[in-house]
């Protein structure tokens, strides 16, 4: 799978304000994810890709060609959908499409069919003579898709897509994104908090926190990885020694709470194995369930063990286990 | 894609040239400067003059039509430098008009809808978007000053003969630049107070307020100090040393006052002080400070997102 976008020790500085440090790495997906907290760099990093804000250090290239030095050709290749309402007012919306169109390089004589052919294409076909400014936020959305596609880019960003979207308008972009990333003519980069926008239209994700990358996991891979991954909730007994026990196994873990264990089974392993160690320790097993690795485990971990100060960036890939400094599994991640 | 099939697809068509895509802003934004009936009605007004200029250079050769309209030859307007001066003055007044309508919501408009993301994701920069919003006003003035003028020029030219073209060649580049400084001067300063005031309205009143206020405070100096250096802060008066510079008639003393001193010791002193209007070049250098500061004002506002330090 050839490279979308790699970072090369990416900083971006505002003032003396480090907005973005030293991110490095390779994303690859149809339809990559961007998570973070609000303020983690998220939208900060779109614009740096898209020309916005100069690289304080660094740069990144996007399909191999450098954000900075050949900025022009970039931009042809990229889509843009902003996170806030943004249009030209007082005109149609099949005339704003249009414009943006030849602004993208489209002659004249095909920027009017390719301009409705996006707007039939999101559902606005109907309302396309409207001026922009008459549309509700559902449709100004629609129309911002339209017009980030309309001149076919292969690489589509997309800022909070869904941002107060009621329902069936969501289910509808949620389902245009996924459309897109399924046709194979443009790779997608969604900014998004909604964990469950991510989960649904993304095979890659990117998680920023603090500015520095937190975590960057294959969705994909991680669907399907043939891992067993258990739960279990435990009562009584030398709890301590039973995950020391389990760890002897070779099975990576990690502890929730008081009572829960969250374990990654090895092949030689077997669930027997785990109710003989329990019987050794007088642990009891209330219970014990199979469970794959959400989307949400996977961030709440990158949050909780970013290492922002550090400039670590952590890799989920195999295993699902975030490590620290020292190799140790942390308590609570998984 | 095609509409019946409501499906994504790439475009794979030829595009259209890097270097000329900033004129499709001026294409569009002038398209919907037309729709205004108040701009259109300005618009055919600003024809008048040249109307009446062309008549002028033609009764000027058409010895039938003065007989018939009972004129004599040295009662119309002699055809030379202050004829040509004349027309720039009057066309250029009327160029503020046309500014003061359609500039002011350029920028302001495309600001306040966010849509400056939307033009700079596009492999168009900065400099092309105030390229091309600049052009629709050059494009806009252009057919009301120089172009107008120019055409008389030649319409005198082809009446008059070589020997009046040979002579007066020098008036092309008078006539051309002299409202093509104008222009630029007028179109920068409009953009920069399009980038800085969202409402249409208010830009416009700043717009009028640079030209008239600036003007009224340099004539209370002028009055008060009896001098002219009250000029150097009025764009009009500034602007109308240029272009008599740029067609030869620039005169640095415009008038003389006579003043009287009562002196206890020696009675009454009479004195002399010559009014000196400020040096061509100091003008120039004036028009090429406010356009620098324009420009330096419109790179700091037009950006695709403002960054708060």
């Given at each position: 799978?050839?490279?979308?976008?790699?970072?090369?020790?990416?900083?971006?500085?505002?003032?003396?304000?480090?907005?973005?440090?030293?991110?490095?790495?390779?994303?690859?997906?149809?339809?990559?994810?961007?998570?973070?907290?609000?303020?983690?760099?998220?939208?900060?990093?779109?614009?740096?890709?898209?020309?916005?804000?100069?690289?304080?250090?660094?740069?990144?290239?996007?399909?191999?060609?450098?954000?900075?030095?050949?900025?022009?050709?970039?931009?042809?290749?990229?889509?843009?959908?902003?996170?806030?309402?943004?249009?030209?007012?007082?005109?149609?919306?099949?005339?704003?499409?249009?414009?943006?169109?030849?602004?993208?390089?489209?002659?004249?004589?095909?920027?009017?069919?390719?301009?409705?052919?996006?707007?039939?294409?999101?559902?606005?076909?109907?309302?396309?003579?409207?001026?922009?400014?008459?549309?509700?936020?559902?449709?100004?959305?629609?129309?911002?898709?339209?017009?980030?596609?309309?001149?076919?880019?292969?690489?589509?960003?997309?800022?909070?897509?869904?941002?107060?979207?009621?329902?069936?308008?969501?289910?509808?972009?949620?389902?245009?994104?996924?459309?897109?990333?399924?046709?194979?003519?443009?790779?997608?980069?969604?900014?998004?908090?909604?964990?469950?926008?991510?989960?649904?239209?993304?095979?890659?994700?990117?998680?920023?926190?603090?500015?520095?990358?937190?975590?960057?996991?294959?969705?994909?891979?991680?669907?399907?990885?043939?891992?067993?991954?258990?739960?279990?909730?435990?009562?009584?007994?030398?709890?301590?020694?039973?995950?020391?026990?389990?760890?002897?196994?070779?099975?990576?873990?990690?502890?929730?709470?008081?009572?829960?264990?969250?374990?990654?089974?090895?092949?030689?392993?077997?669930?027997?194995?785990?109710?003989?160690?329990?019987?050794?320790?007088?642990?009891?097993?209330?219970?014990?369930?199979?469970?794959?690795?959400?989307?949400?485990?996977?961030?709440?971990?990158?949050?909780?063990?970013?290492?922002?100060?550090?400039?670590?960036?952590?890799?989920?890939?195999?295993?699902?286990?975030?490590?620290?400094?020292?190799?140790?599994?942390?308590?609570?991640?998984? | 894609?095609?509409?019946?099939?409501?499906?994504?697809?790439?475009?794979?068509?030829?595009?259209?040239?890097?270097?000329?895509?900033?004129?499709?802003?001026?294409?569009?934004?002038?398209?919907?400067?037309?729709?205004?009936?108040?701009?259109?009605?300005?618009?055919?007004?600003?024809?008048?003059?040249?109307?009446?200029?062309?008549?002028?250079?033609?009764?000027?050769?058409?010895?039938?039509?003065?007989?018939?309209?009972?004129?004599?030859?040295?009662?119309?307007?002699?055809?030379?430098?202050?004829?040509?001066?004349?027309?720039?003055?009057?066309?250029?007044?009327?160029?503020?008009?046309?500014?003061?309508l359609v500039a002011p919501p350029l920028i302001s408009r495309d600001l306040s809808n966010n849509a400056l993301p939307l033009y700079l994701c596009r492999p168009l920069s900065r400099a092309e978007y105030v390229l091309g919003k600049m052009a629709v006003i050059v494009f806009l003035l252009s057919s009301v000053t120089w172009i107008p003028g120019l055409l008389i020029f030649f319409f005198q030219a082809s009446l008059a003969g070589f020997a009046?073209?040979?002579?007066?060649?020098?008036?092309?580049?008078?006539?051309?630049?002299?409202?093509?400084?104008?222009?630029?001067?007028?179109?920068?300063?409009?953009?920069?107070?399009?980038?800085?005031?969202?409402?249409?309205?208010?830009?416009?009143?700043?717009?009028?307020?640079?030209?008239?206020?600036?003007?009224?405070?340099?004539?209370?100096?002028?009055?008060?100090?009896?001098?002219?250096?009250?000029?150097?802060?009025?764009?009009?008066?500034?602007?109308?040393?240029?272009?008599?510079?740029?067609?030869?008639?620039?005169?640095?003393?415009?008038?003389?006052?006579?003043?009287?001193?009562?002196?206890?010791?020696?009675?009454?002193?009479?004195?002399?002080?010559?009014?000196?209007?400020?040096?061509?070049?100091?003008?120039?250098?004036?028009?090429?400070?406010?356009?620098?500061?324009?420009?330096?004002?419109?790179?700091?506002?037009?950006?695709?997102?403002?960054?708060?330090?």
């Amino acid at each position: 799978m050839t490279n979308v976008i790699e970072l090369e020790q990416l900083s971006v500085t505002f003032g003396r304000r480090p907005i973005l440090k030293s991110l490095n790495g390779a994303l690859g997906g149809r339809a990559i994810g961007l998570l973070g907290p609000n303020g983690a760099g998220k939208t900060s990093l779109i614009h740096t890709l898209l020309g916005f804000h100069p690289p304080t250090s660094g740069t990144a290239r996007i399909f191999g060609q450098d954000i900075t030095t050949d900025a022009k050709q970039v931009r042809a290749t990229v889509g843009y959908m902003p996170e806030r309402d943004s249009f030209i007012a007082k005109t149609s919306c099949v005339h704003f499409v249009r414009l943006m169109a030849e602004l993208s390089g489209i002659p004249a004589s095909h920027a009017l069919e390719r301009a409705h052919e996006a707007l039939f294409f999101v559902g606005l076909g109907e309302a396309r003579y409207r001026p922009v400014d008459s549309y509700s936020l559902g449709m100004k959305q629609l129309a911002k898709l339209a017009q980030a596609i309309v001149h076919g880019p292969k690489l589509i960003i997309l800022d909070e897509p869904t941002n107060g979207l009621d329902p069936p308008t969501r289910s509808r972009m949620i389902s245009l994104i996924r459309q897109i990333r399924d046709g194979g003519r443009a790779r997608i980069l969604l900014s998004s908090h909604l964990l469950r926008d991510v989960e649904e239209c993304c095979d890659e994700i990117l998680v920023l926190k603090d500015g520095q990358i937190a975590a960057n996991c294959n969705l994909e891979e991680e669907r399907k990885a043939n891992r067993k991954f258990i739960e279990l909730e435990t009562r009584g007994g030398d709890r301590a020694a039973f995950v020391e026990a389990i760890g002897g196994l070779g099975c990576e873990y990690a502890l929730s709470g008081e009572r829960r264990i969250k374990l990654i089974m090895q092949e030689t392993v077997e669930i027997s194995d785990l109710y003989h160690l329990a019987l050794e320790h007088s642990v009891q097993i209330r219970r014990l369930n199979f469970k794959r690795d959400s989307l949400e485990d996977i961030f709440l971990k990158a949050m909780e063990n970013g290492n922002a100060g550090e400039g670590m960036n952590v890799s989920v890939n195999n295993g699902n286990q975030i490590k620290n400094g020292n190799g140790r599994a942390n308590d609570g991640g998984l | 894609m095609a509409v019946y099939e409501h499906l994504y697809g790439a475009y794979e068509g030829e595009s259209h040239s890097a270097l000329s895509r900033f004129l499709v802003i001026p294409r569009y934004a002038l398209r919907e400067v037309f729709k205004s009936k108040l701009l259109v009605t300005i618009f055919i007004l600003c024809f008048i003059y040249p109307l009446v200029a062309m008549i002028l250079v033609y009764l000027h050769h058409n010895a039938n039509a003065l007989a018939l309209l009972q004129i004599n030859v040295r009662e119309l307007l002699p055809i030379d430098a202050s004829f040509f001066l004349t027309f720039v003055q009057v066309q250029c007044a009327f160029a503020f008009i046309l500014t003061v309508l359609v500039a002011p919501p350029l920028i302001s408009r495309d600001l306040s809808n966010n849509a400056l993301p939307l033009y700079l994701c596009r492999p168009l920069s900065r400099a092309e978007y105030v390229l091309g919003k600049m052009a629709v006003i050059v494009f806009l003035l252009s057919s009301v000053t120089w172009i107008p003028g120019l055409l008389i020029f030649f319409f005198q030219a082809s009446l008059a003969g070589f020997a009046w073209l040979s002579a007066n060649l020098w008036m092309i580049w008078a006539i051309f630049s002299g409202c093509m400084v104008w222009i630029i001067l007028l179109s920068l300063l409009a953009l920069a107070v399009s980038s800085f005031l969202k409402w249409r309205v208010v830009a416009s009143g700043a717009l009028l307020g640079l030209f008239f206020v600036p003007s009224a405070f340099g004539e209370i100096v002028n009055n008060l100090f009896l001098t002219r250096n009250g000029h150097l802060i009025s764009l009009w008066a500034t602007m109308n040393s240029i272009w008599r510079g740029l067609f030869g008639l620039f005169v640095r003393q415009t008038g003389q006052i006579r003043g009287k001193i009562t002196n206890p010791i020696y009675d009454e002193q009479f004195f002399n002080v010559a009014l000196l209007e400020p040096p061509l070049w100091v003008s120039w250098l004036f028009i090429a400070l406010i356009c620098a500061l324009c420009v330096w004002l419109l790179s700091r506002k037009v950006r695709a997102y403002e960054v708060i330090k």
